[in-house]
């Protein structure tokens, strides 16, 4: 019986993905690093440590450290987030009926605390939530599953008691491995990617989201 919804943040309840991508390729710059549409899709999900890794492997670089550039994209989007960002579609609708029919919330998120409480108060629903926890207070972060493992336990819930959703296939990796009912929500542009098929269920919007019909395991999963 699922008793939670779990919900990323990035890209899942407010639309900051746009402004992620906005304030890397502005840092980035500082390197010489010029990050594509294809980077963008691939890096999606990830810490920012390790989406610097990921690109310093491409096209290493000596100065400035990765702690310096770190900081400078945090800053920027951090500010920008919480002065313009908007809900995504059925977002804030969602978690309302969610909670009317009795589950608990938490949000599972690769961003720091702050910005996740930030962002809960910006779109005035932080009530309606029963903890958040983020993936930069574990020792691995997403698509590692502590950081939904982690919130299933302040929820005080098994893995398996809880729904998932997430917008990235690092997300959705970190929810799968932690054993949850995964709802996977990609961006347009990635939708028909076939990695997001290791979702329980895949929706173009969180507006397509039934309770009654995609909180247990389908039945093509259970036949493969």
Not at 60 to 71: G, I, T
Not at 150 to 179: N, V, Y
Request: net charge negative; with cysteine.
């Amino acid at each position: 019986m699922i008793k939670a919804a779990i919900f990323d943040m990035d890209g899942l309840l407010i639309d900051s993905e746009p402004i992620w991508t906005d304030a890397a390729r502005r840092v980035m710059q500082r390197v010489n690093f010029t990050i594509s549409d294809a980077l963008k899709n691939q890096t999606t999900g990830l810490s920012i440590k390790l989406f610097l890794e990921y690109c310093h492997k491409i096209q290493p670089w000596n100065a400035p450290s990765f702690e310096e550039l770190e900081q400078q994209i945090l800053e920027y989007a951090h500010e920008n987030i919480l002065a313009r960002a908007v809900a995504m579609p059925g977002a804030i609708a969602l978690v309302k009926n969610l909670k009317a029919q009795g589950l608990k919330l938490a949000v599972a998120s690769a961003s720091h605390m702050d910005l996740i409480e930030g962002v809960l108060k910006r779109l005035d629903i932080i009530d309606y939530f029963d903890t958040w926890h983020s993936g930069e207070l574990e020792e691995f972060t997403k698509p590692h599953p502590a950081v939904y493992l982690t919130t299933a336990a302040k929820l005080g819930l098994l893995p398996q008691e809880c729904i998932a959703f997430e917008d990235s296939h690092a997300g959705l990796r970190s929810a799968h491995a932690a054993g949850m009912i995964t709802i996977s929500v990609p961006a347009m542009e990635v939708f028909e990617d076939t990695k997001f098929d290791m979702a329980h269920y895949k929706i173009s919007s969180l507006e397509k989201f039934i309770l009654s019909e995609m909180s247990g395991v389908p039945q093509n999963a259970v036949e493969n």
